[in-house]
């Protein structure tokens, strides 16, 4: 019954949420100059805020750990929505942020990373954590490169359900509630991401990556050797993406490509005026 009622909870804000972005001309253009609402990250905000209030209502998780991601989970958005609105779009990437910060121009994407990183920092160091330095670098690695990611429809959400097998296989406590609502959410939203309707922008990337980062540190523990292994294939995965093209890639492996569309309308959708 919770779970329906979150999918339900979700489809309503998917409704709600897209018409008012599309209402106040709340667009970005996508890959191929289109005009999308970025309500993705709002969306899936609402719909997270809205299902722990519901779950702490019912007695289903504590207090302590209701506020605890209610409060995460809007500060990373906050960082993610002030980044869609004000952010320069013609800087991306790790090249391109540090060439900005080297020239001393204003780049909304140094002052997000600065911040995510100090927020994870802090969450390992506030519960004694082990390693907490290493688990922010790895959880802040984890949200940059799920913003990388975001550049085509439906990918993102795609490689989030990579993880999602991993995790589903992994004793998961802390983060249980969090994962099991999270990937209800994100299922239902993929249809309006991966069809045009909607984008995640960062504020939605920003909450995917963030939270796989979370489980991540959870799933590895006090694993040294894993978070360092971890570290390693993040920043290669970033160094990687941010010299070529994952697009190009894809298209040169018959199987990734198939993937990389499956389900999507990799052409987009115009479905607002552009």
Request: glycine letters at 6%; proline letters at 1%; one cysteine or more.
């Amino acid at each position: 019954m919770l779970y329906y009622f979150i999918a339900l909870l979700t489809l309503i804000m998917c409704i709600i949420l897209n018409k008012f972005f599309n209402t106040f001309k709340l667009h970005k253009r996508n890959y191929r100059g289109i005009l999308i609402p970025y309500s993705g990250g709002t969306i899936i905000y609402v719909s997270l805020f809205l299902s722990f209030i519901f779950l702490y209502s019912f007695g289903l998780v504590s207090f302590i750990k209701a506020l605890f991601f209610l409060s995460i989970i809007t500060l990373v958005y906050m960082i993610g929505i002030v980044d869609d609105v004000l952010g320069n779009s013609d800087v991306k990437g790790v090249k391109g942020n540090i060439s900005a910060l080297v020239s001393k121009k204003f780049s909304t994407g140094i002052i997000k990373a600065v911040f995510i990183i100090i927020i994870a920092c802090y969450i390992y160091y506030f519960f004694n954590e082990e390693f907490w330095i290493l688990k922010g670098v790895v959880t802040a690695l984890t949200t940059n490169l799920f913003n990388l990611l975001d550049l085509r429809p439906g990918r993102c959400i795609k490689f989030y359900y990579v993880f999602f097998v991993f995790f589903s296989f992994s004793n998961i406590r802390w983060t249980k509630e969090l994962f099991v609502i999270f990937s209800i959410i994100i299922t239902i939203y993929y249809f309006w991401d991966a069809y045009g309707f909607s984008m995640l922008g960062d504020s939605g990337a920003n909450l995917i990556g963030f939270i796989i980062g979370l489980i991540l540190c959870e799933v590895v523990g006090t694993s040294l050797i894993g978070l360092i292994v971890l570290l390693i294939v993040l920043i290669t995965l970033q160094l990687v993406l941010d010299k070529y093209s994952l697009s190009e890639i894809t298209k040169k492996n018959i199987l990734f490509d198939y993937i990389d569309r499956f389900l999507t309308e990799r052409h987009g959708r115009e479905n607002v005026e552009s």
